[in-house]
């Protein structure tokens, strides 16, 4: 292995290790919210019955079908599947050991937190930065965002950042390779069918992530622009009919119905859920994590350089996840 190579190696280790570790110095396995509850269920079922079913929160989530068709008149758990997998072999692990279930399961995130931030340090370094500018925005983003918040918990939203840093990162490899690399491109068609299965909510990425993936534009034919966009549009909608159709088969029941989330909408809240998602002190992004304040005079040193890829992407992505959950 080459030495740059091997250095970097070490310093992804020593990243992942002091992360965790941070992690661990506030982590209590504490069940925070009927959510948690509900996926801490979903997962003792699919390990134990090979089922989606709400067992042991069924008095939370009462029984609702009594039809003599049905087996069990028991709730689905109803959430995307991935959450639910990548935790399987902890609560297995912890039922063999024995460890406490709980506690063994919520070390997910704090295990998913390490990796978005060795993933952050790559793609800075993908992008050109220096060593210690990659290495310092990593330890700020692992120390005084909401990320270590999120560690504590068993939310779906620390296994969707990492999806999604690690698909944009993907991206950028295959921009430097010009996009002639299968292994690459098959790593992030993974990338993206996983985030969509962590949360359906993800879609809304997809725009963001077009944008970063947009080749440049200087001498490309608008036919093929075209092309490529009727294509990208053509796939996306093949994959979420068949998220729909199939959904209750993953134990997603209808969260891929985006017709029905649409539906669903309660425009009295609207303008007090955006208010909290982009301004207020304590709910918002920058309520949150005081620290992304200092994406601010970044996107303007990269507007000025005429480098609008990040500046767009980054603010659609604010934007249209505050916009879509208020």
């Not at 965790?20 to 134990?48: I, M």
């Not at 504590?152 to 430097?176: G, H, N, Q, V």
């Not at 996983?194 to 990425?205: D, I, N, P, R």
């Not at 890829?309 to 916009?323: E, H, Q, T, V």
């Amino acid at each position: 292995m080459p030495a740059s190579q091997r250095g970097r190696t070490q310093t992804l280790i020593l990243l992942f290790v002091l992360s965790a570790s941070l992690y661990l110095t506030t982590y209590s396995a504490h069940v925070e919210s009927g959510d948690a509850r509900r996926l801490l269920d979903t997962v003792s079922s699919v390990v134990d019955y090979g089922d989606y079913l709400l067992d042991l929160s069924a008095w939370q989530f009462p029984p609702e079908n009594f039809d003599a068709a049905h087996r069990l008149p028991l709730q689905s758990g109803n959430v995307e599947p991935l959450q639910v997998l990548a935790a399987a072999p902890l609560y297995a692990l912890a039922k063999l050991a024995p460890l406490g279930l709980v506690h063994t399961v919520y070390l997910l995130n704090v295990i998913i937190g390490a990796l978005a931030v060795c993933v952050l340090y790559s793609y800075a370094r993908t992008l050109g930065y220096r060593e210690r500018t990659s290495i310092l925005a990593a330890v700020v983003f692992a120390a005084c965002t909401v990320l270590w918040v999120y560690s504590k918990t068993f939310f779906r939203e620390p296994l969707m950042l990492l999806l999604l840093l690690t698909s944009a990162y993907l991206i950028e490899r295959l921009r430097l390779r010009s996009y002639r690399s299968l292994p690459l491109a098959a790593a992030l068609f993974l990338g993206l069918m996983g985030l969509v299965l962590t949360k359906a909510s993800a879609v809304l990425a997809v725009p963001a992530l077009l944008i970063l993936a947009l080749p440049p534009l200087h001498g490309v034919p608008w036919r093929r622009l075209l092309v490529a966009g009727c294509v990208t549009l053509a796939l996306l909608t093949v994959i979420f009919t068949a998220l729909t159709l199939f959904g209750e088969v993953l134990g997603a029941g209808s969260r891929f119905n985006l017709l029905r989330i649409l539906g669903e909408g309660t425009p009295r809240y609207f303008l007090t859920a955006l208010h909290t998602y982009l301004l207020s002190p304590g709910g918002s992004v920058w309520g949150t994590s005081p620290v992304v304040l200092l994406a601010l005079p970044g996107m303007m040193v990269l507007l000025r350089r005429g480098q609008v890829r990040y500046p767009l992407a980054i603010s659609g992505l604010l934007l249209s996840f505050a916009l879509a959950y208020a």
